[in-house]
Antibody, heavy 114, light 108 residues
């Protein structure tokens, strides 16, 4: 079954870091790039960045530059998104998506609260 | 950054009616526009890509049109499961993209 399965919900304190995983199965991981999108509670969708699974090249949203890092582990067909220096307005559901957004993970809720 | 403006913000219709959703870009995106449907607690679902191409498994009642700066998603005859939030997305400067703010399609 072709799917993306994300890691579970996280609760973090302001200033901390979070790392969300996105494990691919049912297809050749290196054939499709991975994008990350987040959605704050009751809000719209925000593009965060993209990583090519071929060689790990990345492209990040300007507003997140310096705080976000996207990586891949081809041995486990997993993509990762790490966000540092968390703030309350980083509270959101974080999604990974494949191949022009035709396949999405189930989402990971990250809550930033003191 | 290319800004996408969706209208209306909320659309109230009854099952069986025709729905017309609009997405306007602040500058030309050619045909690099997609539409997504999102239901509460679920990930978005790709409906239309490259302005007018239905994604795999999407019913024929969904259609997209437009190019340049003005785009339309049409649902020809609403089914109960179509009531959701719809987002447009531009990909003219891939891999970067932006989303519209969404249109909520609600039951009248």
């Amino acid at each position: 079954q072709v799917q993306l399965v994300q890691s579970g919900a996280e609760v973090k304190k302001p200033g901390a870091s979070v790392k969300v995983s996105c494990k691919a199965s049912g297809y050749r991981f290196s054939s499709y790039d991975i994008s990350w999108v987040r959605q704050a509670p009751g809000q719209g969708l925000e593009w965060m960045g993209w990583i090519t699974t071929y060689n790990g090249n990345t492209n990040y949203a300007q507003k997140l530059q310096g705080r976000v890092t996207m990586t891949i582990d081809t041995s486990t067909s997993t993509a990762y998104m790490e966000l540092r220096s968390l703030r309350s307005d980083d509270t959101a559901v974080y999604y990974c998506a494949r191949d022009r957004y035709s396949l999405w993970g189930q989402g990971t809720l990250v809550t930033v609260s003191s | 950054e290319i800004v996408l403006t969706q209208s209306p913000v909320t659309l109230s219709l009854s099952p069986g009616e025709r729905a017309t959703l609009s997405c306007r870009a602040s500058q030309s995106v050619s045909s690099y526009l997609a539409w997504f449907q999102q239901k509460p607690g679920q990930a978005p679902r790709l409906l239309i890509y490259d302005a007018s191409n239905r994604a795999t498994g999407i019913p024929a009642r969904f259609s997209g049109s437009g190019s340049g700066t003005d785009f339309t998603l049409t649902i020809s005859s609403l089914e109960p499961e179509d009531f959701a939030v719809y987002y447009c997305q531009q990909r003219s400067n891939w891999p970067m993209c932006t989303f519209g703010q969404g249109t909520k399609l609600e039951i009248k």
